[in-house]
């Protein structure tokens, strides 16, 4: 099975989410990850990015994560079995830029910085607080389209 999860930047839910199924070390099972507007160049997504892999170090699985973002393609698309976009936002713009497949789930991850997870005057304890959450989310509320 090959799993593709989508978000917005790939530096943070969908990398996760593809690091923690990668650490499961699952037979058949393979894992990609995409964002819908990838911008590396961009000296706050690559802080980003490496808050990221400290996270991840921080769970003990940082030995299964990729070294740079993704930039969501048709082609990565068309490679998964299984198509999960964290949340209604990443689904939105996915689609503005390639065809999804109609059996596409749908998680309800918020980023940092919408809805409930806004950030306050001390940004960096905020942010390490909501990827610290984000990490452990359960995305109860998944759906197809």
């Not at 799993?3 to 393979?30: M, P, Q």
Request: charged fraction near 30%.
């Amino acid at each position: 099975m090959k799993i593709h999860f989508i978000c917005r930047g790939n530096v943070l839910r969908s990398l996760v989410a593809e690091t923690y199924v990668k650490s499961l070390e699952l037979k058949d099972v393979e894992c990609i990850s995409s964002g819908v507007c990838i911008d590396m160049n961009d000296p706050m997504e690559r802080r980003y990015f490496r808050n990221t892999l400290a996270l991840l170090k921080r769970q003990g699985i940082s030995k299964y994560a990729k070294e740079i973002s993704d930039q969501l393609t048709q082609g990565r698309v068309d490679w998964a079995d299984v198509t999960i976009c964290v949340n209604q936002r990443a689904f939105n713009e996915a689609m503005a830029i390639v065809k999804l497949p109609k059996n596409t789930i749908v998680w309800d991850i918020e980023d940092i910085g919408e809805g409930s997870r806004a950030i306050n005057k001390d940004i960096l304890s905020t942010r390490m607080s909501y990827e610290e959450e984000i990490f452990i989310e359960k995305p109860y509320r998944s759906r197809g389209y």
